[in-house]
């Protein structure tokens, strides 16, 4: 009953928005929907190669919690290595994106705490109704650069990868730019000492 209560609440004041939580892991990803203070959040796991279905699941997140279809959504995630594709392809769906600094996401330093994705998902609902509700200092929010932008980073990114790369095998790298220099500096000089 607090549900129906709720929505006809919602409706009566005309704020009424789905908030939307997004875990992003390797290989699936943790939704959670709520629509306030009060409610029990809706979880939902989904594949990293099923990002689509992420529509699908607003809308069944609409009918659940008893929304209206043009109900406004709002969403966050933490910033990670997935970049901006994400952020880009949720406001094409029409939905407000929050792109969060992880670092600024508040922990507890008294106790260990567990970290699962789980726990992270609901975190992050809890702190985006705190700033739904007016409470703007809660964390960072990251500033989204542009498609081009990115590109250029990550073509920066990719060069630094490879550098790592190359210094810390020194051999290997030049026998993958020289294959001829690996194979001659054996050839010539046996490890017994005589030569070709």
């Known amino acids: 009953m607090a549900v129906t209560t709720q929505r006809a609440e919602c409706i009566a004041s005309g704020e009424c928005r789905l908030l939307l939580a997004i875990e992003l892991g390797r290989r ?9 203070v009060g409610q029990r959040p809706r979880r939902r796991t989904i594949g990293t190669d099923a990002w689509d279905r992420v529509r699908d699941e607003i809308a069944a997140a ?3 919690l008893r929304l209206p279809a043009d109900t406004p959504v709002m969403s966050c995630y933490e910033a990670g290595r997935d970049g901006f594709w994400v952020h880009r392809y949720l406001t094409a769906l029409g939905v407000t994106n929050l792109v969060v600094d992880s670092s600024s996401i508040e922990v507890s330093r008294r106790a260990r705490r567990a970290k699962t994705d789980r726990i992270d998902v609901e975190k992050l609902l809890g702190m985006l109704r705190r700033y739904v509700g007016g ?20 073509l920066h ?8 790369d190359r210094a810390r095998s020194p051999i290997g790298s030049r026998a993958y730019s020289r294959p001829w220099a690996f194979c001659s500096r054996w050839t010539r000089h046996f490890p017994d000492g005589s030569s070709n």
């Not at 409470?135 to 990550?154: L, Y």
């Open 135 to 154: 409470e703007r200092p809660v964390w960072r929010i990251v500033r989204v650069p542009s498609e081009t932008d990115e590109q250029r980073r990550q």
């Open 28 to 36: 699936q990803w943790k939704l959670g929907f709520t629509t306030g």
């Open 157 to 164: 990114r990719e060069l630094a990868a490879l550098k790592r």
């Open 62 to 64: 609409k009918v659940r």
